[in-house]
């Protein structure tokens, strides 16, 4: 009963990141047209609302293009695995019903974010074309890199909390959030998932100018919609994330998704200000930038908890 229960609970999560990631498109959509002067989508349903829904249907219902040269089955599997990895990873959720969360919470976001390196690798390569192929190289070094520098960034979180799960950043934010103790940190982190979600002025695995389209050139209709879904649940987790992080609250309260909208706006006014980067700037940026820096306060953070252990233990 326990595990269907589990299932069901789910399942709902996951109806509703989709509906999210169809808003949220809408919402991208939306800001970037005011942001250039124009409307947006304003034609489906009142004020555009149906246009996601619309735009699902068109590409579900498109006739699937396959390149002849391609690997028929990694070029298959690559966009499912690469939805399935970012809707699995939604689990980490700490909800007070812990049907889903679960003490290791951080560990286990760190291992779904490595493995969204193979889908993108795999799209890549299964295209048989230089261009994804290039485009794919691209999208998995800029990943590693900031995964490096991500996955620091938590460790200096975890020893300011003591412990792996998500629930415990809720227990020690209710009076003043992390975002003040930890400010280079906090924007580093959003920084680095930028990078990590491919967005701008980080997204050169869509680097249209120079590459077509990156690794998802040969995809079209369900393929390339399952891609885009990945990247916007991606987007959606990411936001979850930094407002447990940094931010506090509970899942189970409306402030904390006023908290995460917000952060999803943030991640839509970067791409419609600044340009991209040059590949060498932004390789530059996470290995002798934010590398540096996490590293040091990895070490500052575990000072100050000697020194708060150290006082408690002598008073």
């Known amino acids: 009963m326990a595990f269907v229960l589990s299932f069901v609970n789910y399942l709902v999560l996951m109806i509703c990141v989709l509906v999210s990631v169809a808003f949220v498109t809408l919402l991208e ?3 970037l047209g005011y942001i250039q002067c124009r409307k947006g989508p304003n034609k489906v349903g009142y004020m555009g609302v149906l246009q996601p829904f619309s735009d699902a249907l068109k590409l579900f219902t498109k006739e699937q293009t396959v390149p002849s040269a391609s690997n028929i089955v990694p070029y298959y ?6 939805l399935f990895i970012s809707l699995v990873v939604w689990s980490v959720t700490p909800f007070e019903s812990n049907l889903l969360s679960f003490d290791l919470g951080i560990l286990f976001f760190l ?3 490595s493995l969204g390196v193979y889908s993108v690798m795999g799209a890549g390569w299964a295209s048989n074309c230089k261009y994804s192929m290039l485009g794919s ?3 998995v070094a800029q990943t590693i890199s900031y995964e490096v520098s991500l996955a620091l960034i938590l460790l200096s979180s975890i020893f300011l909390v003591g412990g ?4 415990l950043f809720n227990m020690y934010q209710e009076e003043v959030w992390l975002l003040w103790f930890t400010l280079p940190l906090s924007w580093i982190w959003f920084s680095s998932c930028l990078a990590e979600t491919n967005r701008t002025p980080f997204d050169f695995a869509e680097g249209e100018s120079e590459l ?3 690794f998802n050139t040969e995809y079209s209709a369900g393929g390339f919609a ?3 879904m990945a990247e916007y649940s991606s987007i959606l987790l990411m936001s979850m994330i930094f407002s447990l992080l940094y931010l506090g609250g509970s899942p189970c309260s409306v402030s904390f ?5 917000l952060v999803a706006f943030v991640f839509v006014w970067v791409r419609g200000t600044l340009p991209r980067f040059r590949y060498d700037k932004l390789m530059y940026l996470a290995w002798k930038c934010y590398l540096p820096v996490s590293l040091n306060y990895i070490i500052f953070y575990i000072g100050v908890k000697a020194i708060s252990f150290c006082y408690l233990l002598y008073n």
């Open 164 to 167: 792996f799960s998500l629930e």
């Open 257 to 261: 998704y006023f908290k995460l909208a």
């Open 111 to 113: 291992c779904c974010l």
């Open 29 to 31: 959509r939306k800001i």
């Open 226 to 228: 399952l891609i885009f």
């Open 212 to 214: 077509v389209s990156g």
């Open 77 to 82: 599997v690559a966009p499912v695995f690469s």
């Open 137 to 139: 190289l691209r999208s």
